[in-house]
């Protein structure tokens, strides 16, 4: 068989970018930080298979320094080869991440949010000026006659788990939705899945997205959580993002118009608008993620490509700064990663990957711009051992394209002849 697995660790990078100035990141490392933290915790992080396939050498490449409290290793060679992969895409948020690794850069601006975030509840008509908290005021009015809203909560930048926290209570009072955003390109809408109901979230946040493309804005997410009445309020997984496809072919495109199939895992349909997919697999959590890869793994056919996210890495971990959880969630995922390696057969081209950084040490609570792995591994792979730095995410693609034979992509230069 000849079939390819990409598995993105959402979030996972490995140190800033040479243009992470522009981004105010200089210094981030989401692997470093972690990983010298836990050293500093007198607990390094235990992390075998990931160092196996060449994650140390990654990152030393992408930083300039081994991860502390990991023990170095020889450089393998044997049937893995590994680098670390600059973006060249103008944005770090995550459609543009995984559209440039399977091939399609994005070269122009996303619209955003200015950062002053407005924290009370906004009705109709009550802000004077030009916006809503920090939303548009004539996009925000649109779309409440769209959806017959009255008015919404928060109306600023926030994270994700402490804005329902905040006004979960409120939201539940005033059935208002609760509207934020982040540095990324992104309108989210929270809201109770009974009190308020899912379908109805679904519904506003389908309206709001052609409205919030008049800005220019990538993503509109639908944030559904439980909870109240003495429960802690927490997000669920029947997440859904409405995104702007992708501005050109991708490699998903052009496996599907050679008759091939992509199993696609987690928030991948979502991502690519639902473009150039075959099958989706859902779950909530990495663990059933994992799960479903490998579900994914075993129905998909010679010639087709298994397309997994890990998401909890970023939105558990990653945005909320827990540096703790995220070490843990970096651990499971190696004890579990044989599982996946032993369900690959001849032919089969392994890819472990991200599409940006989270440093769970930097200030703030949202993305940054970082190197991020090329871990090729698997039957298929050439025992190339180390890898030059790729300068576009690109190169992923191009290189899964060419082990799958279905021509040359627009974008990215093979990794290996």
């Known amino acids: 068989m000849t079939r390819a697995v990409v598995l993105v660790l959402d979030s996972f990078g490995l140190g800033a970018t040479p243009d992470a100035a522009q981004f105010g990141d200089v210094g981030a490392n989401t692997f470093g930080h972690i990983a010298a933290w836990r050293a500093a915790q007198g607990r390094p992080l235990h992390l075998p298979h990931l160092m196996a396939l060449g994650l140390g050498h990654a990152a030393q490449a992408a930083s300039g320094e081994w991860p502390a409290g990991l023990a170095p290793v020889r450089p393998p060679t044997g049937g893995v080869a590994y680098s670390a992969a600059c973006e060249a895409s103008r944005g770090k948020d995550t459609p543009s991440g995984h559209w440039e690794m399977m091939g399609c850069p994005v070269p122009f601006d996303w619209g955003y949010f200015p950062t002053e975030a407005t924290l009370s509840a906004q009705p109709v008509g009550a802000q004077a000026g030009d916006h809503i908290g920090v939303f548009p005021a004539g996009l925000m009015e649109d779309w409440y006659r769209a959806c017959g809203l009255q008015g919404s909560l928060c109306n600023g930048h926030a994270s994700g788990t402490e ?57 509109v997410i639908a944030r559904p959580f439980v909870g109240g009445e003495g429960e802690p309020y927490r997000r669920t997984g029947h997440r859904r993002d409405l995104t702007t496809p992708p501005p050109g072919e991708t490699l998903l495109d052009r496996l599907l118009a050679q008759g091939r199939q992509v199993h696609a895992v987690g928030k991948i349909p979502d991502i690519f608008a639902h473009r150039g997919i075959s099958y989706a697999y859902k ?90 792995p090329q871990l090729f591994s698997g039957p298929a792979c050439p025992p190339l051992g180390g890898l030059p730095v790729s300068p576009s995410f690109a190169d992923m693609g191009q290189t899964l394209a ?3 034979a279905v021509g040359r992509l627009a974008h990215g230069e093979p990794c290996w002849v």
């Not at 390109?185 to 109901?197: D, I, K, P, R």
Request: charged fraction near 20%.
């Open 163 to 219: 804005v329902i926290d905040r006004l979960g209570d409120e939201h539940l009072r005033t059935g208002w939705p609760i509207c934020y955003t982040s540095a990324d390109s992104v309108f989210q809408v929270a809201a109770h899945e009974t009190a308020f109901g899912l379908d109805r979230l679904y519904a506003i946040c389908e309206a709001a997205k052609p409205i919030f493309d008049k800005a220019h804005i990538a993503r």
């Open 283 to 372: 779950g909530d959590g990495n663990a059933a993620l994992c799960e479903a890869t490998l579900q994914a793994l075993t129905a998909c056919p010679d010639g087709g490509m298994v397309f997994a996210n890990l998401v909890d890495f970023d939105m558990l971990y990653g945005h909320r700064r827990d540096v703790a959880g995220y070490a843990q969630a970096l651990e499971a995922l190696d004890a579990w990663l044989p599982r996946l390696q032993a369900a690959l057969q001849p032919g089969d081209l392994l890819l472990l990957t991200a599409d940006h950084g989270c440093d769970p040490t930097w200030p703030g609570s949202d993305h940054t711009r970082e190197h991020v």
């Open 402 to 404: 060419k082990h799958l």
